[in-house]
T-cell receptor, first 115, second 116 residues
Framework: DADVTQTPRNRITKTGKRIMLECSQTKGHDRMYWYRQDPGLGLRLIYYSFDVKDINKGEISDGYSVSRQAQAKFSLSLESAIPNQTALYFCATSDPGTEGQETQYFGPGTRLLVL | GDSVTQMEGPVTLSEEAFLTINCTYT??????LFWYVQYPGEGLQLLLKATKADDKGSNKGFEATYRKETTSFHLEKGSVQVSDSAVYFCALSDLILNQAGTALIFGKGTTLSVSS
């Protein structure tokens, strides 16, 4: 079984709809992240959480919100989806380890299309 | 702020050819450097990493050396295979000020296509 799972894997929605992307992990890691990937732009950080009570904005948080329901679950919400939020979304986890050396483990991604 | 620049693709090679994907970085501190690989339809997975200057990361025949003097971390493989076709991302760990941890800064990715 995959260590980091994301649901749904694909989603089509309409402008103005609220949508939630979910991420679950069985690695026991405290740190979780949400990124979006756009062609030619690489991955950009949306939000991150270093423990259940810690939520922080990343580089491109506008239009998004998150919820850390438990150590294993980190959800990303688009309150009112717009077409330029069409992208591939990745959840990742990491364990602190030695500062700066931690490896991030990625889920398989959610492909979102906003019409 | 910190940033990563990697060569634009796509890179198209024949099987058994030599591969180099260039990566340079800008950082105020001493980041760790990573190469991640994304196979078609999958998420990213760590390929290799180096945590200090002159370290060499290696895995699956790929290598990269952390060069502080040239701020580079170029990915190389002596003989590529069709199964190496994927998107490769260079990344650095960025210390998040006032936070107890780091986040990754990614390059834009380089698509590698290997034909038999």
């Amino acid at each position: 079984d995959a260590d980091v799972t994301q649901t749904p894997r694909n989603r089509i929605t309409k402008t103005g709809k609220r949508i939630m992307l979910e991420c679950s992990q069985t690695k026991g890691h405290d740190r979780m992240y949400w990124y979006r990937q756009d062609p030619g732009l690489g991955l950009r950080l949306i939000y991150y959480s270093f423990d259940v009570k810690d939520i922080n904005k990343g580089e491109i948080s506008d239009g998004y919100s998150v919820s850390r329901q438990a150590q294993a679950k980190f959800s990303l919400s688009l309150e009112s989806a717009i077409p330029n939020q069409t992208a591939l979304y990745f959840c990742a986890t990491s364990d602190p380890g030695t500062e700066g050396q931690e490896t991030q483990y990625f889920g398989p991604g959610t492909r979102l299309l906003v019409l | 702020g910190d940033s990563v620049t990697q060569m634009e693709g796509p890179v198209t090679l024949s099987e058994e050819a030599f591969l180099t994907i260039n990566c340079t970085y800008t950082a105020t501190g001493y980041p760790s450097l990573f190469w991640y690989v994304q196979y078609p339809g999958e998420g990213l997975q760590l390929l290799l990493k180096a945590t200090k200057a002159d370290d060499k990361g290696s895995n699956k025949g790929f290598e990269a050396t952390y060069r502080k003097e040239t701020t580079s971390f170029h990915l190389e493989k002596g003989s590529v295979q069709v199964s190496d076709s994927a998107v490769y991302f260079c990344a650095l760990s960025d210390l998040i000020l006032n936070q107890a941890g780091t986040a990754l800064i990614f390059g834009k990715g380089t698509t590698l296509s290997v034909s038999s």
